[in-house]
């Protein structure tokens, strides 16, 4: 599925941390090892027939027990629940692409609904909004993986 992205968030990361006691009365942080990212917010052009809103909207029915576990959920389990998605970032002068972060273990949480106005003689575009969870995100600069170590020259 492909989505006409508008306006997306590159997510941020946080890793908490536990206070470590000193004999000096004071703590330091160490880290827990634990990885916590932001939620992944798209806000895409419906196309015409609705085809890119009805597929979230059925990878998130497909993930509940609405009606019976026969008809919603998915047959090959929780493999099937998730996906990797690629966000990238254009240039707009010159329509380059210039990052690439793609997300694994992806799932939809949240997708908007929509509004139909019938008292408009003008072309409305249709906008709908999808929130993600995932596992973790990688970003690629120019088809490189940027790496893990990598600190910006810190």
């Known amino acids: 599925m492909e989505l006409m992205c508008q306006r997306a968030n590159l ?4 890793v908490p941390d536990q206070p470590q006691p000193t004999t000096l ?12 990212f932001e939620t992944l917010n798209v806000e895409f052009i419906v196309d015409s027939k609705l085809n890119n809103w009805q597929s979230l909207y059925g990878w998130i029915r ?6 019976t576990v026969e008809n919603y959920n998915l047959p090959g389990g929780y493999q099937d629940w998730h996906h ?8 707009p002068a010159d ?20 509004v139909f106005q019938a008292d408009s003689s ?4 249709q906008k709908a909004t999808c929130s993600f969870k995932y596992s973790y995100y990688n970003l690629w600069v120019d088809d490189e993986e ?5 600190n910006g020259g810190l």
């Open 11 to 14: 997510p941020g990361i946080s």
């Open 25 to 36: 009365g004071i703590t330091i942080p160490v880290p827990t090892l634990v990885a916590s």
């Open 62 to 67: 497909n993930l509940t027990n609405i009606q």
């Open 84 to 91: 990797q998605a690629n966000l990238y970032v254009y240039n």
């Open 95 to 114: 329509n380059c692409e210039i990052l690439r972060a793609t997300f694994h273990y992806i799932i939809p949480t949240r997708l908007s609904g929509l």
């Open 122 to 125: 003008d072309a409305l575009i």
């Open 146 to 150: 940027v790496p893990e170590d990598w």
